[in-house]
């Protein structure tokens, strides 16, 4: 039969994959010539074929993918014959427009892990050992294409050994940059204070295990940055860490040696296992199972717990030699990027006893995933390792090249181009300098690596924030995005939709249109624009952002909008909280409007009720209302509370009135989660449309289960984070708007 030429263009992760080598066997086993290489638009090869063994090849390459590896786009096209004599890797093509998926950090894979506990292994107990199919990607590279030598591993020259697997086709490591072995490989240090300890290779790992039993903390070099670890069945240790850190509640997350010892602190479902074990390993919102060796300090007065696996070959050996959970908690200040070397470790000094470190530089941050199971789905609290940089693709082209900056909270970025969106990982709050520097090593980082240059340039309409800030500062052409308006353009974009729905977006705060702070809003949405069909009525914020931290001053609002000044006389909780001057002062600002922002926040509600309940006055950590909200959550209570619903106004105000009758506390919970669902029902029943939901308030375990529940066909984002953190995917495609 007659052999043509083909050339078959791949896009998508298909870098630093074992991509090649995979192209390679099947060549070989098909008996094809020619050859493969990689480009800055992903693979290419070229090869001589029949008609029937071109349809064999793309069939196998479909059905076979590398673990790590992912297709978007395959083209295969038909070219001048060229006459092969065997097939060959050929040496990486760097002319042409990077679209090339960066890969993300995966976890340690099975193979990989069974050397590490070999003892006739040469990587025995090597802690950087990997292959082509796990271990860092993203945390090491400088630009592609993927390359030893745009990545951090260049300042490591290959033994003999590593050259001879680097260099075999047949071989696991074949081209796998971050490989290395105890002669050419990084290494571990263990530090105390800025003096690194004379102690040998083979007994670090030993020390840094005894030096957690005896209650130390220990601040450990990871993939995309440090951890800071304690013995989590420690009552001391994790309490020093709180004191230490400045984090009396805010719940820890906490690493197990295996799924199975994950068994005996929660309750794990089959999905939350999948989640648990996935080559992505974030970390997983579970039910604690009660009467465990977890110290009660770990999530205070929480039944929910974060656990994850370890991810690394250095997690692995400690565990291992521990068999204990280790709180493993981001090392970072408060809302800050996490720590990625030692100098911006120093401002943890004070924290941590010793730095188990080691010299493979982190070139791109990235903090753990959080994600959680509800009603079968997952919802994904904060993207990053295992699964950033995300790539989405769009149901449309975009017109020019795009970089969207977020918002300020949760923040990430994105670029855009054609029917691609590259969003970076978790970012943080930007609320320091610090933060806003890592913020722009974000953008600089994916305009480097994908020679990007923005015709646009999208922020939200806050005036405040920094990222519209420095859109402003730094750009000339850009435009202004409804914050809950891209909160649902993002789920539409993820989930693929055309034409109108019906967006609900809930969260603490957003810049509305009319200058005030929306956050209980409905939305008719398309990609050309929004219509506000309803929202939650104004109340006043008392302090402006100090009524964040406050729950307490919401609720005072909502009883000066019910009472007056009679409201100061009430007997509550919240007029409890205050001093009799304090009340006399804040109902002068709330009558003046005098730094009382309005805003019409489901995300402040939860803090008002929270507040009139007496279960949170101030808060610690963001979302904390929310959450001892959800432990007081009771499905056997029924009914709900009285909303007025009216000319697109819902006056939550009657629901206030009767949450301070109710004298059982459970009740008036479970009672309130019921009413919210009933408004969205009630709002979702005028409109034939789609439902969406978005914002940071459906993080909300009970809130969202309850919805999904009462209308099973709501659509929710599963791989973008609800709250701010999928605001940059919105933006992209708001550029599409033509006013």
């Known amino acids: 039969m007659q052999h043509d030429t083909y ?57 076979k993918l590398p673990p790590l590896a992912s297709i978007d786009k395959l083209l295969t096209i038909q070219v001048d014959f060229t006459d092969f004599t065997d097939f060959t890797i050929i040496n990486t093509n760097e002319e042409g427009k990077r679209t090339v998926r960066i890969p993300p950090d995966v976890s340690i894979c099975n193979a990989c892990e069974e050397e590490l506990f070999d003892p006739n292994d040469r990587r025995y107990g090597y802690p950087f050992i990997t292959c082509t199919h796990c271990g860092v990607r993203y945390s090491i590279i400088k630009e592609l294409p993927y390359d030893r030598i745009n990545t951090s591993m260049a300042d490591f020259k290959m033994c003999k050994a590593c050259e001879e697997e680097y260099s075999n086709p047949l071989d696991r490591r074949y081209h796998a940059q971050p490989i290395g072995c105890y002669d050419c490989g990084p290494t571990l240090r263990l530090y105390k204070g800025k003096e690194i300890l004379d102690i040998s290779r083979d007994e670090i790992i030993d020390t840094c295990v005894t030096l957690l039993e005896e209650g130390k903390i220990l601040a450990v070099k990871g993939v995309g940055g440090y951890h800071l670890m304690c013995d989590a069945t420690n009552d001391e240790a994790v309490q020093r860490l709180r004191e230490r850190k400045k984090r009396p509640s805010k719940p820890y997350a906490v690493m197990v040696p295996d799924v199975q010892s994950a068994k005996l602190f929660a309750s794990i479902n089959t999905q939350e296992e999948m989640l648990l074990t996935s080559k992505e390993r974030p970390i997983v919102l579970l039910d604690m199972i009660d009467d ?83 009603k079968g789905q997952a919802v994904t609290l904060r993207r990053a390792r295992g699964y950033a940089p995300a790539s989405i693709r769009l149901p449309f082209v975009l017109e020019k090249n795009v970089l969207a ?19 970076s990982p978790h ?22 690596i994908y020679d990007f240059k923005p015709d646009i340039v999208m922020h939200d309409k806050h005036p405040n924030y920094e990222s519209t800030k420095y859109a402003l500062h730094h750009y000339e052409n850009t435009k202004g995005v409804q914050h809950h308006y891209a909160h649902i353009l993002g789920v539409m974009a993820e989930k693929q939709m055309i034409g109108k729905v019906l967006g609900v977006a809930f969260d603490g705060t957003g810049y509305g249109d009319d200058g005030n702070l929306w956050g209980g809003e409905f939305m008719v949405c398309d990609y050309n624009g929004f219509e506000r069909v309803a929202h939650i009525n104004y109340f006043k914020i008392l302090g402006g952002t100090k009524a964040i931290k406050e729950p307490k001053r919401v609720a ?58 007496d279960v949170c006055q101030v808060m610690s950590f963001e979302g904390q209302s929310g959450m001892m909200l959800e432990e007081l959550y009771d499905d056997s209570v029924e009914g709900h509370y009285t ?22 506390m459970t009740v008036a919970v479970s009672k309130f989660f019921h009413t919210l669902v009933e408004i969205i029902s009630a709002v979702h029943k005028k409109y034939d449309l789609a439902l969406v939901l978005s914002g940071g308030v459906f993080q909300n375990r009970v809130l969202l289960a309850l919805v999904i529940q009462k209308i099973p066909n709501a659509i929710i984002s599963n791989t973008m984070p609800p709250n701010d953190g999928g605001i940059a995917l919105g933006q992209i495609v708001a550029s599409m708007q033509k006013n």
């Open 7 to 63: 050339k078959i263009l791949i896009n998508g992760t298909v870098q630093g994959v074992g991509f090649r080598p995979f192209i390679y066997q099947l060549a070989t086993q098909f008996s094809l010539v020619g050859t493969v290489s990689n480009g800055p638009g992903g693979v290419e090869i070229i090869i001589n074929a029949t008609s029937v063994e071109l349809e064999n090849l793309l069939s196998s390459i479909e059905a």
């Open 292 to 374: 465990t060796d977890i110290s009660e300090y770990v999530a205070p007065n929480l039944s929910r717990i974060g656990l994850f696996l370890p991810y690394t070959p250095v997690h692995l050996l400690l565990l291992k030699k521990l068999q204990k959970p280790l709180v493993a908690t981001s090392a970072n200040v408060t809302d800050e990027p996490i720590c990625t070397n030692l100098d911006s470790l120093e401002k943890l000094e004070g924290i941590y006893d010793y730095v188990l470190d080691h010299n493979r530089i982190i070139v791109n941050g990235c903090d753990d995933s959080v994600l959680m199971i509800v």
């Open 405 to 423: 900056l977020g918002a300020n909270q949760k923040s990430t970025i994105a670029i855009g181009f054609d029917k691609d969106v590259i969003l």
């Open 427 to 448: 970012i943080g709050d930007l609320n320091t300098l610090d933060s806003v520097d890592y913020f722009e090593k974000n953008i600089q980082t994916l305009e480097r």
């Open 556 to 613: 005072l609002s909502l009883l000066f909008d019910l009472y007056g000044e009679e409201a100061i006389t009430l007997e509550n909780p919240t007029i409890k909280a205050f001093s009799p001057s304090e009340l006399k002062t804040y109902f002068i600002a709330w009558q003046k409007g005098l730094n009382s922002p309005l805003s019409s926040s489901i995300g402040r509600l939860f803090d008002a009720v929270s507040s009139l309940l």
């Open 643 to 664: 909303f007025d619903y009216k000319d697109g106004y819902i006056d939550v105000l009657p629901l206030v009135k009767e949450i301070l009758l109710e004298t059982d």
